[in-house]
């Protein structure tokens, strides 16, 4: 039960696109179609972006969009809005569950 | 509509239980539309979940503190608790309970509580 790899930080301009990648193992990312994503502003509690991949909550603009190939889930967020700028993880809910260490997105 | 409450001290002496329960309002906790989870996150760090538990009364734990945590439901006060033995400061964190729904394939949490700080500390 290894943390999901995500990369530390990613930045964008606003308008621009960004993606977050996010790498487990055939045990958990590879194994299912259970992977979701998560945004955290700062004090607050995590709010779900993304399910099954490539779902989105109602609420959640199209903005938002995932994918998955092979052990590596990504999470692209286009048309970036400075409301955007926070920490974002991924999720690998199989029988237990295991997040990503968690992004850290920087809106310029 | 759903919403979680976590409850608990906020202050808990190292090698003592840390125990916080999670009360659940606008829906039943022995609902088949619902699995029920607990999270942590150190401060400034990342999220790691600790465990779930099922409507059937199932549980799944996080492997390396499987030894130390119990999570269980009080369907007479809608609630689901946590314990946690042993505690170091290394189990200082926010506590968050939540919520996966049928809506969302009962594998994502779309519905989480504001989270509780919980300090160890002599």
């Known amino acids: 039960q290894s943390a999901l790899t995500q990369p530390r930080s990613v930045s964008g301009s606003p308008g621009q696109s960004v993606t977050i990648s996010c790498t487990g193992t055939?045990?958990?990312?590879?194994?299912?179609?259970?992977v979701s994503w998560y945004r955290q502003h700062p004090g607050k509690a995590p709010k779900l972006m993304l399910y099954?991949?490539?779902k989105r909550p109602s609420g959640v603009p199209d903005r938002f969009s995932g994918s998955k190939s092979g052990n590596t889930a990504s999470l692209t967020i286009s048309g970036l809005q400075a409301e955007d700028e926070a920490d974002y993880y991924c999720c690998s809910y199989a029988a237990t569950v295991v997040f990503g260490g968690g992004t850290k997105l920087t809106v310029l | 509509q759903l919403q979680l409450q976590e409850s608990g001290p906020g202050l808990v002496k190292p090698l003592e239980t840390l125990s916080l329960t999670c009360t659940v309002s606008g829906g039943s906790i022995s609902s088949r539309s619902y699995y029920w989870g607990w999270i942590r996150q150190p401060p400034g760090k990342g999220l790691e979940w600790i465990g779930s538990i099922y409507y059937s009364g199932g549980t799944y734990y996080k492997s390396s503190l499987k030894s130390r945590v119990t999570i269980s439901v009080d369907t007479s006060k809608n609630q689901f608790s946590l314990k946690m033995s042993s505690v170091t400061a290394a189990d200082t964190a926010v506590y968050y309970c939540?919520?996966?729904?049928?809506?969302?394939?009962?594998?994502?949490?779309?519905?989480w509580g504001q989270g509780t700080m919980v300090t160890v500390s002599s």
């Open positions: 055939s045990s958990d990312v590879g194994g299912y179609n259970y």
């Open positions: 939540a919520a996966a729904s049928s809506g969302y394939s009962l594998r994502a949490f779309d519905i």
């Open positions: 099954d991949v490539s």
